[in-house]
């Protein structure tokens, strides 16, 4: 009851700072409402379960906002939800508003005239809405009491994944935003490399173990017509875009720590490579591979469109991709293989995350009237049995266990008329993502076929030991680390576009590592150790 109080009081000096914001009554003043016979008071302490089901005892009402991906029906039609309300007995007042480009003026808004909901789901807070809404103004609560008292499973997983609750971590210390959690292999390694075994075969070459066979073997399905058709249509290396050539970087001991640019050493400190001699020598192999005509000659472009025409026509030799959904139709002529070793032995691959997908899948706002009720709600999703819950929906009735005991769809959503995504958007919210969840090994084919989880078992022990996300900074530096990255993104995919395509010779290395000085390299290293250490 102390921490209740304290944190009751909390929320209530906090709200007194809000323009027009009427003053909060403790969680022991607190009366019933009666708009609908629910009991939506904190004050009723007796009527939390503190473990198993229901939640509450007696039936309350929860407001939840957040953004509706294309693919799932409503969300009071969803049928976890519909389930999870009659396990819970907590019944949602749902005020989910179309995802895309609208969402976020919609959610600004809903913060500016502060009539909050009781949840927030899905709903992307950057770090600067962090700052905002959390640390500053206090319209999202801190939630790491909540979760050490009331969520066993997000506590489990904190005590397990210590980097997990860092990345959760706000710069004042409190966790005011929950994200969604991929423990999957799937999940954790992002783009999975591919080869073509048919095309292999047909040139008498084998998966290659390092640089220079990758290059030979390039060179060979360029010249030896793989696919039969007598043209010159393959393309050896079909990279997507140019935000996706950073993935054979782990060969040169280049890593993506905090999904960017940077290394972490054992003893945390973090260094951005932009201006290494390490990159500058990946990119020498990249340019040579673009002027031998072995790496997609468009790929600079963005043409998507293009290069999935390519994927279906299995023109692409090899080619970086999550998932082997997207080229279901040539599936089965595509392999994974071990990360290729580098010019100094480096075999690593570091295209990985540490598990912390989708900011902002869960808040609660300083208005919700059972705090503890919600953080429950929640916890469920991040333990086994609601993973599977999440992402199948039950036994018998969305699926049925096969012989390995592995959970399968019904016959009848997986082929259904309307498509698969349109089907399982009515069952659970996994179309889209970004839901509060965890997603493990045992759930991951929800989204991933075999052979995609077969890629990605192949690279799973050439991964760094520990991946870090990004931490959040101190409010006083935000504003800074904006600019810099801002100015930092622009140059480096102008810079790095012209070293591959040789628009810019390598005697302007000089030049380019000034510049990246200039525009403020070394005191964003700064910023973010200072934050590294802080989050500590």
């Not at 400190?269 to 005509?293: Q, R, S, V």
């Not at 995350?353 to 902002?360: T, Y």
């Not at 622009?490 to 525009?519: H, P, R, S």
């Amino acid at each position: 009851m102390k921490r209740l109080t304290r944190m009751a009081v909390g929320i209530a000096l906090a709200a007194s700072l809000l323009t027009g914001c009427g003053s909060k009554n403790t969680a022991e003043d607190q009366v019933p409402s009666e708009n609908n016979g629910d009991v939506e008071s904190t004050g009723n302490a007796g009527n939390l379960n503190r473990e198993g089901f229901p939640v509450v005892k007696e039936p309350i009402t929860l407001s939840i906002y957040g953004a509706k991906d294309q693919n799932q029906a409503p969300w009071n039609e969803i049928y976890i939800l519909k389930e999870y309300e009659k396990m819970t007995n907590i019944r949602l007042d749902y005020q989910e508003v179309p995802g895309g480009e609208g969402f976020e003026e919609n959610k600004q808004l809903l913060f500016a005239s502060n009539e909050l909901p009781d949840m927030f789901v899905r709903c992307d807070f950057t770090q600067e809405q962090i700052a905002n809404y959390g640390v500053t103004s206090g319209q999202l609560i801190p939630l790491e009491d909540l979760i050490e008292e009331y969520a066993p499973n997000l506590t489990r997983i904190f005590e397990e994944n210590p980097l997990i609750k860092q990345a959760f971590t706000a710069s004042d210390g409190h966790i005011y935003s929950i994200y969604q959690i991929d423990l999957s292999k799937t999940g954790l390694i992002q783009f999975k490399q591919w080869i073509n075994q048919k095309w292999l075969k047909a040139v008498g070459k084998e998966i290659p173990t390092n640089l220079e066979e990758f290059k030979d073997v390039l060179i060979a399905f360029r010249d030896q017509d793989p696919n039969g058709n007598g043209l010159k249509d393959e393309i050896p290396l079909g990279i997507r875009d140019a935000d996706a050539v950073y993935v054979l970087g782990g060969s040169f001991g280049l890593q993506t720590q905090m999904k960017d640019t940077y290394n972490i050493d054992e003893s945390g400190t973090l260094h951005n490579w932009l201006g290494d001699d390490a990159f500058k020598e990946y990119l020498m192999y990249l340019n040579d591979l673009y002027k031998e005509g072995l790496l997609w000659q468009d790929y600079y472009k963005r043409d998507l469109p293009a290069w999935r025409s390519n994927l279906a026509g299995e023109l692409f030799g090899a080619m970086y991709m999550p998932y082997s959904d997207v080229f279901i139709n040539c599936e089965d002529s595509y392999t994974g293989y071990e990360p290729l070793t580098g010019p100094h032995g480096d075999k690593m691959w570091a295209d990985v995350q540490n598990g912390v997908f989708a900011k902002g899948s869960f808040a609660i706002s300083n208005t919700c009237t059972n705090p503890e009720a919600a953080i429950r709600w929640v916890d469920y999703f991040y333990g086994t049995e609601g993973d599977l819950f999440f992402a199948f929906g039950k036994e018998g009735e969305t699926y049925d266990l096969d012989e390995n005991g592995s959970p399968r769809f019904k016959d009848e959503i997986l082929n259904s008329p309307e498509g698969f995504m349109t089907a399982l958007g009515k069952i659970t919210l996994v179309p889209g993502g970004g839901f509060p969840s965890i997603r493990t090994d045992a759930t991951d084919h929800v989204v991933a076929s075999q052979r995609t989880k077969d890629a990605a078992a192949v690279l799973a022990d050439f991964l760094p030991d520990k991946v870090y996300s990004k931490p959040s900074v101190a409010i006083e530096d935000l504003d800074r680390v904006t600019a810099i990255e801002q100015d930092l993104n622009n140059y480096k995919k102008e810079a790095v576009a012209k070293f591959i395509l040789g628009e810019w010779g390598f005697d302007k290395w000089d030049e380019y590592c000034a510049t990246l000085e200039q525009i403020g390299i070394r005191e964003l290293e700064q910023i973010y150790q200072k934050a590294l250490d802080a989050s500590k």
